[in-house]
C-alpha cells in the first residue's frame, strides 16, 4: 500500500493568485497523478506527474495553468495558475502501487474568490 | 478507448434492504475494474477490485461485485444497507498497463432510517 499526504488540505486564494500543492508519498512509487474534482462531480484526469520528465497532459488542461514538478519518485507538486473562481475545486494526488491498485492523497480543497 | 458508464446518479434505499450500483463498461481489452468509495469530506477508499481472476469480487464492509463479460457490467451489491454507507461510489476502469484510470460519474446512495 501506499501513504499520501497533501499540503495545504484547505486554502482560499484570491483571483488571479497561484497555489502550489504538494504530495508525498511513503514509498518510491512510479507512476503519480493529479486529478480535479469540481464541487458535485467525478474525478478528471489533469496530468501524469513524470519522474525526470515533463508532465503528461490531459486535453483540456495546458502546462502553462497547471505545472507540475517530479524531482524524485516520492514527491510531486501541482502548481494551480493565475487562479479564477471556476478552479475552486478538490485537488487529489494519487500513485499506483504494488501491481495495479490506485492510492489517493485526501485532496486538497481549493476556493478562489 | 476504456470508459464506464454509472447508470444512476443517485440511489435511495432503507437501512437493512438491499443495495444495487450499477457500472457498465467499455474496453477494448480484458479490463481491470475497481469500486471506490467517497464519504462526505473524507479520501478515496478502495472498495474492491477485478483483475481478471475470480468474477465475483467481495470487498469491504460487505460490498460484492460481480464482472459479467457477456453483459460489460460491474455492478456493486451488498445485501443489508447501513447507515454509514451513505456516501458516493465511483466504477473505475484502467488502461491497459494501468498508467491511467477512467472514473464514472458517480453514484450517490442515500441510506434512510
Known amino acids: 500500500s501506499a501513504v499520501i499526504s497533501q499540503k495545504p488540505s484547505r486554502d482560499i486564494c484570491q483571483r488571479g493568485t497561484s497555489l502550489t500543492i504538494q504530495c508525498q508519498v511513503d514509498?518510491?512509487?512510479?507512476?503519480m497523478f493529479w486529478y480535479r474534482q469540481q464541487p458535485g462531480q467525478s474525478l478528471t484526469l489533469i496530468a501524469t506527474?513524470?519522474?525526470?520528465?515533463?508532465?503528461?497532459?490531459e486535453s483540456g488542461f495546458v502546462i502553462d495553468k497547471f505545472p507540475i514538478s517530479r524531482p524524485n519518485l516520492t514527491f510531486s507538486t501541482l502548481t494551480v495558475s493565475n487562479m479564477s473562481p471556476e478552479d475552486s475545486s478538490i485537488y487529489l494526488c494519487?500513485?499506483?502501487?504494488?501491481?495495479?491498485?490506485?492510492?489517493f492523497g485526501p485532496g486538497t480543497r481549493l476556493t478562489v474568490l | 478507448a476504456q470508459s464506464v458508464t454509472q447508470l444512476d446518479s443517485h440511489v435511495s434505499v432503507s437501512e437493512g434492504t438491499p443495495v444495487l450500483l450499477r457500472c457498465n463498461y467499455s474496453?477494448?481489452?480484458?479490463?481491470?475494474l475497481f469500486w471506490y468509495v467517497q464519504h462526505p469530506n473524507k479520501g478515496l477508499q478502495l472498495l474492491l477490485k477485478?483483475?481478471?481472476?475470480?468474477?465475483l469480487v467481495k470487498g469491504i464492509n460487505g460490498f460484492e461485485a460481480e464482472f459479467k463479460k457477456s453483459e460489460t457490467s460491474f455492478h456493486l451489491t451488498k445485501p443489508s444497507a447501513h447507515m454509514s454507507d451513505a456516501a458516493e461510489y465511483f466504477c473505475?476502469?484502467?488502461?491497459?498497463?494501468?498508467?491511467?484510470?477512467?472514473f464514472g460519474s458517480g453514484t450517490k446512495l442515500n441510506v434512510k432510517p
Open positions: 506527474a513524470n519522474q525526470g520528465s515533463e508532465a503528461t497532459y
Open positions: 477485478y483483475t481478471s481472476a475470480a468474477t
Open positions: 474496453s477494448s481489452y480484458s479490463p481491470s
Open positions: 473505475v476502469v484502467s488502461s491497459f498497463n494501468f498508467n491511467k484510470f477512467y
Open positions: 514509498s518510491q512509487v512510479t507512476m
Open positions: 494519487s500513485v499506483v502501487a504494488g501491481v495495479d491498485e490506485q492510492f
